[in-house]
């Protein structure tokens, strides 16, 4: 068993890194004090070749395994949670293409991502319905050649830019995931409305709009699989997103051990500095085991994909652990700084704000746990 990265996922990882510390954290304060969206760092992100790293080589994409994802997405994290939310906004709302669609729609939807840095958005989350995903009440009739799409999404990420809409509905919400069709929407569709940009407490960088839909007219083509199809598209592609959402919180929690472990090393309190005092050092320590944990835990999930092993335990198990090894790891940072800690002149409280979105996107960690207890007891 080799733990170790290959060369060429080392020289991924370090030129993500290098971009993570030359483009992202130099101007991650400012994005979160006036809710900056990211495009500047997105456009130079996808000329490096980390945007929609879930698009096949087939299909004009570098064919990254989803190990090599992750590596990146752990690395680009580590300068900003909230810009690389928006960069892998890409991949969510591109996945259900790849593992649902045919290969017209692969060639027709991926290919010009891979020639532009559009952007994309995954909208299944609706006001009345998070983490019932199969409660969806937003409906598609149809219209003859067209499909009539109605309803409202919510918590959209990228919802203000994106240029591509991968839409969640059913043909009647009483069937419940027995209804539900995935369908790809052109975000210029007319009948398409997008809503404010929300005012976040973290990942403020990080577009988010409610997306409403009112008998807009969609093609038939551009239904993923056939009606009914569209709850296992979802859930394929949340078995191959939560490790790269995994990544966000790895990458955050890597920072904020690194930021804690230097300060703790320059702060002085009675008379040497406080990494000298036990408490300290237990706090850094139990940083440390948890982030080596979720990086094992986001690399097996990541790797039973890539080998074709259904991953849902390992996915959720990685979602569920980072997410709250993050909030607890940047929480503890903030209390290794103390009061400076709470300052915005410092880093780690963006981190803890940044931080408890992971929690509850993609999945809650109750959700996340909910989905294991189900495999378990299959």
Partial sequence: MDFSLSPEQKEMYDLAIKFAKNEMIPFAAEYDEEGTFCEKQIKKAWELGF??????EKFGGNGFTLLDAVTIGEALSYGCMGMYTSIMCNDLALTPIVVGGSDEQKEKFLRPFTESPKLASFCLTEPGNGSDAAGIKTTIKDGGDHWILNGQKMWITNGGYADLFTVYCTTDPELKHKGICALVVDAKS?????????????QRTSDTRAIQFEN?????????????????????????????????ALGGSQRALDLASQYAKERIQFNVPIAKHQAIQFMLAEMQMKIEAARLLIQKAAW????????????????????????????????IYGG?????EYPVEKLMRDAKLIQIYEGTSQIQRLVISREVLK
């Fill in 51 to 56: 945007v929609n790293t879930c698009i096949p």
């Fill in 190 to 202: 007319e009948g398409v409305s997008i809503g404010n940009k929300e005012d976040k407490m973290g």
């Fill in 216 to 248: 807009v007219k969609v093609p038939k083509e551009n239904m993923l699989g056939s009606p009914g199809d569209g709850w296992k598209i979802a859930m394929k592609t949340l078995d191959h997103s939560r490790p790269l959402v995994s990544s966000i």
């Fill in 304 to 335: 039973q994909a890539d080998q074709g092993i259904q991953n849902t335990i390992a996915a959720s198990s990685a979602k569920a652990f980072a997410a709250d090894t993050c909030m607890q790891i940047t929480t503890d940072a903030v209390q």
């Fill in 340 to 344: 400076y800690g709470y300052s915005k």
